[in-house]
């Protein structure tokens, strides 16, 4: 426990309406928290299908007594060259009022004890300027689109991202953004929020700000769960896309990228050779190969029960079947994708896979001298 808790202020940027909303924002309310907290609803403008829900929570935490502080803000639509995520991050931390930032998407169901850790672990260095929690993805699948969800992070990114943490001392060159805290004086380092303008991908583009300005990237020991449930095949491969597209521009090195691309390779060599193989009567070889794609289907099913994530069913092992089988086809497909939908936004991107509007800079191209910030 830490001697003191300093006050936080939790932005929550809202568009549409998320499988288990209501849960997910009563679950914001009642945070756990030991010290003072400000809970910030961001959204569009008054036609949000959850505003309702929001309003509906935080009269129900009135009526319990809940501690801490909640309210609505309208951010707008977002201007060129920035994010819809961004744009109601910028206005909400305008508004902002306690000594702690922290951005938490709408899908997350932390328990009553994730913002407590999270706290925790970016005050235990000094020298931390943020911090994440890693997440899972924790409801039984109902289709394949939500089988290969949790097999992309539970099987694949999720673990990567523990990998390389441990390999660093739980520190990473990078945000993953699904529920981070921010110390002020880091982000008035990076330049604030608005360094981010022209990114894709704030959030870790964010974190490699960070890194640059001299600070370090914490990770959480406790996982948060992603409520995701319902997601067809159609929309599982635009989630695909996306977090592909992500990676492209988030991730600054192949630390991260490296197992991900090994198991996508060992996936499709033994899955080619088990077919040459058989077209050329080597049933023995095409035998053996044929565990190879089989092996990493299990392997990632095996991660994602190991972290957290639902007890696998036939519809798990398609979901891992489905990640690594349309691999290529998303993979190269994201070198040529000009533009992207987002959360009901489309995103028109350039050739490096960031806004095609607006200034966006590479992590490196702007360093600060922490000391004269």
């Keep these: ?66 501690s801490g502080e909640y309210r609505v803000v309208f951010c707008g639509a977002p201007p060129a060259g920035r994010t819809g995520k961004l744009n109601a991050m910028i206005v909400a931390l305008r508004q902002a009022q306690n000594e702690l930032i922290v951005f938490a998407d709408s899908d997350i169901r932390p328990d009553r004890h994730g913002l407590e850790s999270l706290v925790a672990t970016v005050l235990e260095d000094d020298e ?21 969800y949790a097999l992309l992070l539970n099987g694949m990114y999720s673990p990567a991202a523990e990998l390389a943490a441990r390999r660093s001392g739980e520190k990473l060159p990078f945000i993953m953004g699904q529920f981070m805290v921010f110390r002020r004086e880091a982000l008035a380092a990076i330049g604030g929020l608005e360094s981010a303008e022209g990114q894709f991908v704030d959030d870790m583009y964010l974190g490699a700000r960070i890194t640059a300005a001299g600070y370090e ?15 067809s095949t159609r929309e599982f491969v635009s989630i695909y896309d996306r977090w592909l597209t992500f990676g492209r521009t988030g991730l600054p090195d192949w630390a991260f990228k490296l197992p991900p691309a090994l198991q996508g390779a060992v996936f499709w060599i033994g ?30 099913t095996a991660l994602h029960s190991r972290l957290g994530g639902a ?63």
């Design 271 to 300: 899955l080619l050779g088990a077919g040459i193989s058989a077209a050329l009567g080597l049933w023995f070889a095409a035998a053996l190969l044929a565990l190879a794609p089989l092996a990493v289907a299990q392997s990632m």
């Design 217 to 231: 990237n914490r990770v959480s020991s406790q996982r948060v769960p992603i409520i995701q449930h319902g997601v």
């Design 128 to 148: 931390a300027g943020s911090a994440f929690a890693p997440v899972v993805v924790t409801p039984r699948a109902r289709t394949v689109g939500d089988a290969g």
């Design 311 to 373: 007890r696998p069913t036939w519809r798990t092992y398609l979901g891992a079947l489905l990640v690594m089988g349309l691999a290529p086809v998303v993979f190269f497909g994201v070198y040529f994708k000009s533009e992207v939908t987002w959360r009901g936004r489309s995103y028109k991107l350039n050739g490096d896979s960031r806004l095609a509007e607006g200034n966006a800079l590479a992590p490196d191209e702007l360093r600060v001298n922490r000391s004269m910030s």
């Design 1 to 66: 426990p830490l001697e003191r808790y300093p006050s936080v202020t939790v932005i929550r940027p809202i568009k549409g309406l998320d499988a288990g909303a209501e849960a997910n924002m009563r679950a914001a309310l009642d945070h756990g928290y030991p010290g003072d907290v400000e809970t910030i609803f961001v959204f569009d403008d008054e036609h949000e299908l959850a505003l309702p829900v929001a309003r509906k929570v935080m009269h129900e935490a009135d009526k319990a007594g809940l």
